[in-house]
């Protein structure tokens, strides 16, 4: 097995997805016997994940500079890794000017040339260019889902420089890296009682995320109209909402206001009861390639919660989402979303089907995939290294 030293900027139990996601990644590589020294953050009373015997946590850095690149030198030189993977800049090594994680490669030739391996989980056209010196310093990068490869695949031209570019799953269950505490909130009580009686269905996300907010709040209402045991929840902020666009919005709700609950943002541990609570996770108004669409699925994964995904979002995730199965697929039309939720609503004996399936949809496709997948990748690049070191 391998030694890899991972750099990454922050770590469960912080709140980011990408923390969570790629520490469920290195945890995974870890149970497989690699050997581990993961690179982040001091920040003082810092809480970090729970230890385990292959992996290393160290704080070399503050703030990302280069000029902190000294203290990490020596470590590298005693632990000699073999794969260098470094975890998408998006804090303080993303704004600095000149930030460690694009002079991290050039330390290569000191340790032996290992392969250069670089993840990007919260892919955004508009931070690419500040990627560019990490990304053609590394050997392969990896993306979450088809959308992002494309957008990478685009910006890159074809030159002898341009790395090996891999589609790397996001985990299905992230139990080991969130909060596992069961919370307990007044909108959580209510919650759960009106459960008992009602069909939730869990609208996630902050409200401005969604890509029309207008056309998803008409469809619930058209669902609350002919559904008179749905309750339609919303579970994140008007944070970005213009006063007078909420205005309007709630207006849609006018005559169904008593059955929508907005919890404001949530807490992962909150987010995961109400997904236990619901009958079905609304996803299909989330675009393709935002982190949320990802990370929720995963997290309905847990809950065995059916999530309602349009069929773009079915095509480009990783894993194998299919009608009736798995999930239930609307179009990418507004206009169809009320009639298919209150399609999957009405069929009772289904959905409780599915929900069976889930656990082994999860096990059989899910847990294992994204370190298979970056394993193959590693022993690739190692093999090309050995091969050009032997010519």
């Not at 931070?127 to 990478?152: C, D, E, F, G, P």
């Not at 759960?192 to 890509?211: A, N, R, Y």
């Not at 299909?284 to 997290?299: F, G, I, K, M, V």
Request: net charge negative.
């Amino acid at each position: 097995m391998a030694r890899i030293a991972f750099f990454n900027e922050r770590l469960p139990p912080d709140p980011d997805p990408v923390s969570a996601f790629s520490y469920e990644l290195i945890r995974s590589l870890a149970d497989q016997q690699h050997e581990i020294r993961v690179f982040t953050t001091y920040r003082p009373d810092q809480e970090l994940p729970p230890p385990h015997p292959r992996i290393q946590i160290l704080q070399p850095f503050k703030n990302w500079s280069w000029l902190e690149i000294p203290r990490v030198v020596p470590i590298l030189m005693e632990f000699r890794p073999e794969i260098i993977h470094i975890v998408e800049p998006r804090a303080e090594a993303l704004h600095g000017l000149t930030n460690a994680m694009s002079t991290l490669p050039t330390l290569a030739p000191l340790l032996n040339n290992p392969p250069i391996v670089t993840s990007l989980y919260d892919l955004r056209s508009d931070r690419l260019k500040k990627y560019r010196l990490l990304l053609y310093a590394s050997h392969a990068v990896t993306v979450s889902n088809a959308s992002q490869l494309r957008v990478l695949n685009e910006f890159l031209p074809e030159t002898s420089r341009k790395p090996t570019l891999a589609l790397l799953p996001l985990p299905a269950a992230l139990s080991h890296s969130l909060e596992n505490e069961t919370p307990t909130s007044p909108i959580l009580e209510t919650l759960k009682e009106l459960s008992s009686k009602c069909d939730l269905i869990f609208v996630p996300g902050d409200i401005e995320i969604h890509c029309d907010p207008q056309a998803l709040f008409q469809a619930m209402n058209s669902v609350l109209l002919q559904h008179a045991d749905a309750i339609i929840v919303f579970g994140g902020s008007w944070n970005g909402v213009p006063q007078r666009t909420r205005h309007s919005l709630m207006r849609i709700f006018e005559n169904t206001g008593d059955r929508v609950v907005f919890t404001g943002r949530l807490t992962t541990a909150e987010e995961k009861q109400c997904l236990a609570l619901s009958k079905f996770v609304f996803l299909a108004s989330l675009p393709l390639e935002t982190l949320w669409l990802a990370r929720l699925l995963r997290s309905a994964l847990e809950t065995f919660t059916i999530p309602i995904l349009n069929s773009d979002q079915a095509d480009v995730d990783s894993l194998a989402w299919r009608h009736g199965e798995n999930a239930w697929i609307t179009t990418v039309n507004a206009h169809d979303w009320a009639s298919s939720i209150l399609e999957a609503l009405n069929a009772n004996a289904l959905v409780e089907q599915m929900r069976e399936r889930l656990s082994e949809f999860t096990r059989r496709e899910a847990i294992d995939q994204p370190s298979n997948v970056i394993n193959r990748l590693y022993a690739g690049l190692l093999g090309r290294e050995a091969r050009f070191s032997n010519q």
